[in-house]
T-cell receptor, first 109, second 115 residues
Framework: GQQLNQSPQSMFIQEGEDVSMNCTSS?????WLWYKQDPGEGPVLLIA?????ELTSNGRLTAQFGITRKDSFLNISASIPSDVGIYFC?????????FGTGTRLKVLA | GAGVSQSPSNKVTEKGKDVELRCDPI?????LYWYRQSLGQGLEFLIY????????KSGLPSDRFSAERTGGSVSTLTIQRTQQEDSAVYLC?????????????FGAGTRLSVL
């Protein structure tokens, strides 16, 4: 099935560092969502974006809806060990969401 | 319930057998989605139910896969004559489009292993 291009695929960082990941699409979306998935669990919503250019924060997380409506990024500031997991973006034009391939984050204490 | 509930959490089956996976959405959510997540991959859309409308089955990979949603609540995903490539985590999500801008809430998934 169709998937978004999400990068990087994986990253190892030191505790305290900032992290940035992004998603790009060939299609225009009306909504971007960012999820985090821990092992053995379902994805949990982090941030929802509904307007082009929108910048939204949730604690140490900040996400933006790209002006072209074809991309989005997620930043995590001052990473901590519990940030480890897989981060997914998801874009939607109507009811159907297309998910990115995920960014696997590992934080070294 | 408080969240999306899926059962069983793990299912091991032999090739060729049929399996049924269950999803109990958040109470009041009218939309329900099934996804498949293969090892190390993203989420692959399978099927979408919304109220009494005809489901969007465009993501089902073959006619061995089917799903139903009885009474607008609980859904069952059935895989007939399972194959080894069906091994994956099957995730269910529900949403309430008119209220929460169609934000999807996920269950913990069913991990299916076909031997």
């Amino acid at each position: 099935g169709q998937q978004l291009n999400q990068s990087p695929q994986s990253m190892f960082i030191q505790e305290g560092e900032d992290v940035s990941m992004n998603c790009t699409s060939s299609s225009i979306f009306n909504t971007w969502l960012w999820y985090k998935q821990d092992p053995g669990e379902g994805p949990v919503l982090l941030i929802a974006l509904y307007k082009a250019g929108e910048l939204t924060s949730n604690g140490r997380l900040t996400a933006q809806f790209g002006i072209t409506r074809k991309d989005s990024f997620l930043n995590i500031s001052a990473s901590i060990p519990s940030d480890v997991g897989i981060y997914f973006c998801a874009g939607s034009g109507t009811y159907k969401y297309i998910f990115g391939t995920g960014t696997r984050l590992k934080v070294l204490a | 319930g408080a969240g999306v509930s899926q059962s069983p959490s793990n299912k091991v089956t032999e090739k060729g057998k049929d399996v049924e996976l269950r999803c109990d959405p958040i109470s009041g959510h009218t939309a329900l989605y099934w996804y498949r997540q293969s090892l190390g991959q993203g989420l692959e859309f399978l099927i979408y139910f919304q109220g009494n409308s005809a489901p969007d089955k465009s993501g089902l990979p073959s006619d061995r896969f089917s799903a139903e949603r009885t009474g607008g609540s609980v859904s069952t995903l059935t895989i007939q004559r399972t194959q080894q490539e069906d091994s994956a985590v099957y995730l269910c999500a529900s949403s309430f489009p008119r209220v929460a801008k169609n934000i999807q809430y996920f269950g913990a998934g069913t991990r299916l292993s076909v031997l």
